[in-house]
């Protein structure tokens, strides 16, 4: 089984910037293609960042160039910087680690984005 625990959500004005943390256990983290989700109210889930253990990375079209996905495999960490961050981008954020079979998330981490 393995657990995350996600930090650094917060409030954020627009414009603004805000990193967000990962931290796994349990796993072999090396292999897992970590991602990071959001859902706001009433919407669904959706993948708005994800990284294969070699470093290929994926984003949601909305945040190409604003935010970037990285991970530290000697730290078992898996970071998103959010920049210039938009009231769109408020939500719940969710790290998930997947490998074969295996899909597991972190509780969450609140990002508000208000002036």
């Known amino acids: 089984q393995v657990q995350l625990v996600e930090s650094g959500g917060g409030l954020v004005q627009p414009g603004g910037s805000l990193r967000l943390s990962c931290a796994a256990s349990?796993?072999?983290?090396?292999?897992?293609?970590m991602g990071w989700y959001r859902q706001a109210p009433g919407k669904q889930r959706d993948m708005v960042a994800r990284?294969?253990?070699?470093?290929?990375?994926d984003y949601l079209d909305s945040v190409k160039g604003r935010f970037t996905i990285s991970r530290d495999n000697a730290k078992n960490t898996v970071y998103l910087q959010m920049n210039n961050v938009k009231p769109e981008d408020m939500a719940v954020y969710y790290c998930?680690?997947?490998?074969?079979?295996?899909?597991?998330w972190g509780q969450g981490t609140q990002v508000t984005v208000s002036s």
């Open positions: 990284i294969t253990g070699d470093g290929s990375t």
């Open positions: 998930n680690a997947r490998f074969g079979l295996r899909n597991s």
């Open positions: 349990g796993s072999s983290f090396s292999l897992d293609i």
